[in-house]
């Protein structure tokens, strides 16, 4: 692929306008980095699964992905190449697309930021979702160039999506996993909602029946206190502003002595009748008037000598006037012993002078609820009977359902095992949880209902003839783990809402004929979805309608990911060499057809 083409798409992918127009134009026409039917060769005729289905794929400064566009059709579409080629990131692509968390290390070294643009067509239309991650940890998301949270991304294009891996594999040993998925399948999510509701309604119930003070006893000591606290500040009669005017009285009262000879050395410094300022300033203001009458250059001079005689004469008649100190009403004993009590409630309730106004309001009110709290605790008990009535209506019902589920879900998936070479020995009991009394009624015994209702569900199986069923996870080898978890998704798969299906590597540990079985799996989920599978199998690959080999390169010191969708005769040369390695001989070309030729004649 020549360089200034990789720069081009690199180009459209930061722009999000170029990006949109290119996805939109890009039906029909063979890709740079190939993903298009390939030349000579029309798309493969699969009948459209209902809903939504991923129609492009862009990526750029994805770890190793500089910059890569897929196209994607219907049916089954393998992603096959070595390891390390790229063919998970890929996957990861798509999980960021549809709301997943963004890791910044993942960003490509010398690039600011990665960026994810997908085309899904949904409902008859096309949308574009964008998700960008900067090296510094920021995120960004776009539907249809309109900026949203990644939360609403999620909430939009993640349920179109579902990706399965490794780690759900290990995922489906947890129970509570296993009761989601059989939820799922017996359709049982508003039964559950309405116990989960119940559940939440008696555990308020039970928090505000605590808050009252539970015994008698208790609550008489809670009362005692909180009356106390009420009386208390109540005969303090606090108010707001009050500790700011008894520091200044204090000031005040303290100074008394100073301040009424401070009076007197003032009345005295401007009224003394020979030296104070006042009988000085009259002798300068006649001095003033003299000199201005005989140079008329010191009228201005005179002016304001004048003023200044004014302002001192005013100045001592006020200081005549000054009343002497006596203090307040209060003395200074009783000042400090207000300030005094002010500050220890301060301390009592660890607050201040407003938050002891906030303290009295709330003890008023604990005093109230307090004293009325046997009849609400009256009534709350009541209340408690009736709820754990409709709790355990709700839990039966939703155990009904749930065991309607469980048998239909059973034969689904053993009917599934059975085409996968495995015996059909799958099970799914369900354990009515035990209870104490005064615990609900479940089917009319006592039983410990929680926000999943009153049942433990497990999946059970049995491997080997002869011997008892066990948990799958502890049970089942790694190998059967795999198959029996697409055994469980082929049958939900007419329950899930997603109508694309992405497999990561959940052939791992499976030899040739497992993985045969496996592959046919697939083809019959492709029927009702859109699925997409990296594999390493050549069994798996050869049912693809669509086989993309995901490669690298190395182009100026940097490793580069190409994708390239293969047509008839390189995908004969792709299955040649998972059989037996690059280079394969004559044989494995013959055996790589043969895979081929019986992966058509089961169509």
């Given at each position: 692929?020549d ?9 459209c992918l ?12 890009a ?26 289905h ?7 400064g ?8 897929v196209e994607?059709?219907?049916?089954l579409?393998?992603l096959?190449g ?9 996957v ?5 697309a ?5 890791d910044?290390?993942?960003?490509r ?21 964008v998700r ?8 960004v998301?776009?539907?249809?160039d309109e900026?949203v ?12 999506i579902d990706?399965?891996?490794q ?10 996993r ?7 399948w017996?359709?049982?999510?508003g ?9 939440q ?8 029946l605590?808050?009252?003070?539970g ?11 909180a ?27 303290s ?5 009424s ?10 009224n ?7 009988a ?7 001095i003033a008037?003299e ?11 005179q ?32 000042l ?14 660890r607050?201040?002078e407003?938050?002891?106004l906030?303290?009295?309001t709330?003890?008023?009110?604990e ?26 209506e709700a ?6 359902v ?13 009917a599934?095992?059975?085409?996968l070479?495995?015996p ?5 009991p ?20 929680d926000?999943?209702?009153?049942d ?13 069923a ?26 899930s809402?997603a ?33 997409l ?6 069994q ?10 995901v ?6 010191g940097?490793t580069l ?15 040649a060499?998972?059989l ?17 030729a019986?992966a058509?004649?089961?169509r």
């Amino acid at each position: 692929m020549d360089r200034s083409a990789t720069q081009d798409w690199r180009s459209c992918l930061r722009d999000r306008s170029r990006a949109a127009n290119q996805l939109r134009r890009a039906a029909g026409r063979r890709p740079i980095l190939g993903s298009g039917p390939p030349e000579g060769r029309p798309p493969p005729t699969v009948s459209a699964p209902k809903g939504s289905h991923i129609r492009e794929l862009g990526v750029a400064g994805l770890a190793i992905i500089d910059a890569v566009r897929v196209e994607f059709g219907l049916g089954l579409t393998v992603l096959t190449g070595e390891t390390g080629a790229g063919k998970s990131l890929l996957v990861d692509a798509l999980a960021l697309a549809r709301g997943g968390r963004g890791d910044s290390g993942a960003v490509r070294a010398g690039s600011d930021r990665l960026r994810v643009d997908l085309q899904i067509s949904s409902q008859g239309r096309d949308q574009i979702a964008v998700r960008e991650v900067y090296a510094e940890g920021r995120s960004v998301a776009r539907i249809d160039d309109e900026l949203v949270t990644i939360g609403r991304l999620a909430g939009e294009i993640g349920p179109l999506i579902d990706i399965h891996g490794q780690h759900d594999q290990q995922r489906l040993g947890d129970p509570a996993r296993q009761r989601e998925l059989l939820d799922r399948w017996s359709k049982a999510e508003g039964h559950r909602a309405e116990v989960a509701s119940l559940i939440q309604q008696r555990g308020a119930l039970h928090e505000e029946l605590q808050g009252l003070g539970g015994d008698d006893a208790r609550r008489l000591a809670l009362l005692e206190v909180a009356r106390t606290e009420r009386d208390d500040l109540e005969a303090a009669d606090v108010r707001e502003g009050e500790e700011a005017e008894l520091k200044e009285e204090l000031r005040r009262a303290s100074n008394s002595e100073r301040i009424s000879a401070l009076q007197d050395e003032l009345r005295e410094a401007l009224n003394e009748d020979r030296s104070g300022l006042r009988a000085r300033a009259a002798s300068a203001e006649r001095i003033a008037r003299e000199l201005a009458r005989l140079d008329g250059d010191a009228t201005t001079l005179q002016e304001r000598v004048s003023a200044l005689s004014i302002e001192i004469d005013d100045l001592g008649r006020e200081a005549a006037g000054l009343t002497p100190f006596a203090g307040g009403s209060r003395s200074l004993g009783e000042l400090e012993d207000r300030l005094a009590l002010l500050l220890a409630l301060q301390r009592r309730f660890r607050t201040d002078e407003a938050g002891l106004l906030v303290a009295l309001t709330r003890a008023r009110e604990e005093v109230e609820r307090l004293d009325g709290a046997e009849e609400r605790r009256t009534a709350i008990t009541q209340q408690l009977t009736a709820l754990n009535a409709r709790i355990g209506e709700a839990a039966t019902a939703l155990r009904t359902v749930r065991r309607a589920g469980a048998a239909t879900l059973t034969s689904a998936v053993n009917a599934a095992l059975t085409a996968l070479d495995l015996p059909p020995t799958f099970a799914i009991p369900l354990a009515p949880r035990g209870g104490t009394d005064g615990d609900p009624l479940v089917e009319g015994v006592p039983c410990a209902v929680d926000q999943g209702g009153g049942d433990d569900v497990s999946f059970m199986f049995a491997p080997n003839a002869g011997e008892p069923a066990g948990p799958l996870a502890k049970i089942a080898s790694g190998g059967e783990l795999s198959r029996v978890s697409l055994a469980i998704e082929e049958a939900l798969s007419d329950a899930s809402e997603a109508r694309t299906l992405v497999f990561d590597e959940i052939d791992a540990g499976l030899g040739g004929r497992a993985g045969e079985t496996l592959g046919r799996s697939l083809r019959r989920i492709s029927a009702q979805h859109q699925v997409l599978c990296v594999t390493h199998l050549p069994q798996v690959a050869a049912q693809a309608d669509i086989h993309l080999r995901v490669s690298k390169r190395e182009v100026d010191g940097r490793t580069l990911t190409q994708v390239q969708r293969l047509t008839d005769e390189e995908r004969v040369v792709e299955l040649a060499a998972m059989l037996a390695g690059e280079g394969a001989g004559s044989g494995a070309t013959a055996a790589a057809n043969e895979l081929l030729a019986n992966a058509r004649r089961g169509r």
